[in-house]
Nanobody, 121 residues
Framework: QVQLVESGGGLVQPGGSLRLSCAAS????????TGWYRQAPGKQRELVAV???????NYADSVKGRFTISRDNAKNTVYLQMNSLKSEDTAVYYC???????????????WGQGTQVTVSS
């Protein structure tokens, strides 16, 4: 069974920084894509950043130049470094991984449980 566990959320003042982590565990053979999404109250979930194996990361326009997605393949972990945070970044952040388990030939999407990020003075 694959599990994605997120950490690093919290309360931060505008202009501050946070680093989110998402560690995958289980019978993982390979990870193709990793991404971060967020959902603010009353809004739909939106893509924040995505990284694919061998490709360049893509970011939502609203976070370009402030957020950085990275991954540690040895640890099956994806990170989201968030700098210059704004109040509009307040949301629940979810990680997503598209991966294949040992013994399977198909890739599947898995989601973390979500971590709250609140940007407020």
């Amino acid at each position: 069974q694959v599990q994605l566990v997120e950490s690093g959320g919290g309360l931060v003042q505008p202009g501050g920084s946070l680093r989110l982590s998402c560690a995958a565990s289980g019978n993982i053979a390979s990870i193709y894509a990793t991404g971060w999404y967020r959902q603010a109250p009353g809004k739909q979930r939106e893509l924040v950043a995505v990284s694919t194996s061998g490709g360049s990361p893509n970011y939502a326009d609203s976070v370009k130049g402030r957020f950085t997605i990275s991954r540690d393949n040895a640890k099956n972990t994806v990170y989201l470094q968030m700098n210059s945070l704004k109040s509009e970044d307040t949301a629940v952040y979810y990680c997503n991984m598209n991966l294949r388990q040992w013994g399977s030939v198909t890739m599947r999407d898995y989601w973390g449980q979500g971590t709250q990020v609140t940007v407020s003075s």
